[in-house]
Every structure is written in structure tokens, then in C-alpha cells.
């Protein structure tokens, strides 16, 4: 079993950067398709970003393409999101979750292991 523990959230200003870690203990990731999802206060859990398992595919919301970008270092057993950018309405907690062997699936029932999430806030 894996365990994922997310890192990096924090308060900036729109338009400003910031990299979330999503970290594997337990088991490697590097058979592990990874997604990130977001919930803002009051509203359902959305999905962020997913990349497969092999690293050959990726998924971005509608919302962030072209300024969040998911990527994986397996030497650090760790999943990055790179959001530059960043506007109000990316404020949200943030989760990593994994599932084996998958593809860049954005749904998040398809998803096992969840971490607790890091909060994202940003100012206008």
C-alpha cells in the first residue's frame, strides 16, 4: 500500500507560481498513474491534472491547461504540479491520489490511495 502526502501549498498573489509535491512512501510510484484534484470551500472535489503510470500521457483540466503541468521524478519517488499563473479561483485544497498501473485518468472514483491535501490560496 502507498502512502501519498502532498507539500508546497501556501498564500501568493495572482499571477505568481507554485510546485505541489505529491510524495509516495510505502511502495514506488513508478507504478502508479497519479492525479491531482482540488476542492474550493462550498464545491465539489474537481480533477487538476493526471499523468499514467509510465509517464507517457497526461491529462489537464480545461481550466489550468497551459499554465499547471504534471510531472514525475522517480529517483525522488515524486509527483510534481507546477502552477504558474495562478488566479483567485485556483484557491482550493489540493490532493494527490494514486492507482495502479492506470492510465491519466481524471475521474476521481477510479483513484485508491488519497492523501489529506496542502491549501492553495491565491490573492487577487
Known amino acids: 500500500q502507498v502512502q501519498l502526502v502532498e507539500s508546497g501549498g501556501g498564500l501568493v498573489q495572482a499571477g505568481y507560481s507554485l510546485r505541489l509535491s505529491c510524495a509516495a512512501s510505502g511502495r514506488t510510484l513508478r507504478n502508479y498513474a497519479v492525479g491531482w484534484f482540488r476542492q474550493a470551500q462550498g464545491k465539489e472535489r474537481e480533477s487538476v491534472a493526471a499523468?499514467?503510470?509510465?509517464?507517457?500521457?497526461?491529462y489537464y483540466a480545461d481550466s489550468v491547461k497551459g499554465r499547471f503541468f504534471i510531472s514525475g521524478d522517480n529517483a525522488k519517488n515524486t509527483v510534481f504540479l507546477q502552477m504558474n499563473s495562478l488566479k483567485p479561483e485556483d484557491t482550493a485544497v489540493y490532493y494527490c491520489?494514486?492507482?495502479?498501473?492506470?492510465?491519466?485518468?481524471?475521474?476521481?472514483?477510479?483513484?485508491?490511495?488519497w492523501g489529506l491535501g496542502t491549501q492553495v490560496t491565491v490573492s487577487p
Open positions: 491520489a494514486g492507482r495502479v498501473l492506470g492510465s491519466a485518468e481524471p475521474a476521481e472514483t477510479a483513484y485508491t490511495y
Open positions: 499523468i499514467s503510470w509510465k509517464g507517457d500521457s497526461t
